[in-house]
């Protein structure tokens, strides 16, 4: 079974840590995610710098840049983590934008992931329709999961669709703004919450956008399976590196 799937079935509230590929550093990718397995993280989101990202805040932009900077590419990602199932169990998430994977080709870039071990991935710039169409027999074929956003303006109709189509758990946007850290979630996000946990969907939901503590992070997983951090982890590294990894998740799960 895909080790999302694996995940989801466990009984907790999931912590899953996004972060920029090559960043730090451009050898920080595979160390990074040594030590957030060892610190008790639940699943990664391995971000694929891009030069245009339209659902990132500033820090994530920043990190894209420098990543690119740096030097990383889609064959650069996919040759650090040859190796990396024979040091990590973890569920592992490639986090991108559709244009490098379609000039990597789609069912190449599907064959590699499924041949370095990844299990699913986030493309917040392929519209759902477009996949279910065109693209979902190749990510099945190569047992990867899609896993869509949604939003608090996300149509009730659309959420279903979504649902309907997806086969892991789905990426529910606190807000409609761009990633980012911030202190703690208003009245209209926890009944956002609320609404699409009462909405019985089959498919779990799983919060990103503006987790950045424990406090932000019990909110989200109220009424959801977990919560996604990004922003924060990556201001985490730039101030404290990436040896220190365990003290930022501790703060997270207590």
Not at 47 to 73: V, Y
Not at 160 to 189: C, E, K, P, R, W
Request: charged share 20%.
């Amino acid at each position: 079974m895909n080790r999302i799937k694996l995940k989801l079935q466990e009984n907790k509230k999931l912590l899953s840590i996004y972060f920029t590929a090559g960043y730090p550093s451009i050898n920080d990718t595979v160390p990074i995610i040594q030590n957030l397995e060892k610190s008790g993280a639940d699943m990664i989101e391995i971000g694929l710098p891009f030069s245009d990202p339209l659902a990132d805040g500033p820090t994530i932009q920043a990190s894209s840049t420098q990543a690119l900077k740096n030097g990383m590419t889609s064959e650069l990602l996919f040759d650090q983590l040859k190796d990396i199932r024979k040091s990590v169990n973890l569920p592992l998430i490639i986090m991108g934008y559709f244009n490098p994977m379609l000039q990597y080709g789609v069912e190449a870039f599907c064959k590699k992931c499924q041949e370095t071990g990844i299990d699913g991935l986030i493309i917040p710039d392929l519209p759902v329709d477009v996949y279910h169409e065109e693209y979902k027999s190749t990510f099945v074929k190569y047992g990867l999961l899609n896993v869509f956003l949604i939003t608090p303006q996300t149509s009730d109709e659309r959420i279903h669709f979504i649902d309907s189509v997806s086969d892991g758990f789905i990426y529910m946007v606190s807000s409609a703004s761009t990633t980012g850290a911030q202190l703690g979630f208003d009245n209209t996000q926890t009944q956002y919450f609320k609404r699409i946990a009462e909405m019985n969907l089959k498919n779990p939901q799983i919060v990103g956008f503006g987790i950045s503590n424990n406090e932000t992070f019990t909110q989200a997983t109220k009424h959801t399976k977990g919560a996604i951090i990004g922003s924060a982890f990556i201001k985490y590294l730039k101030g404290n590196g990436i040896n220190t990894i365990e003290n930022f998740v501790k703060t997270i799960i207590g």
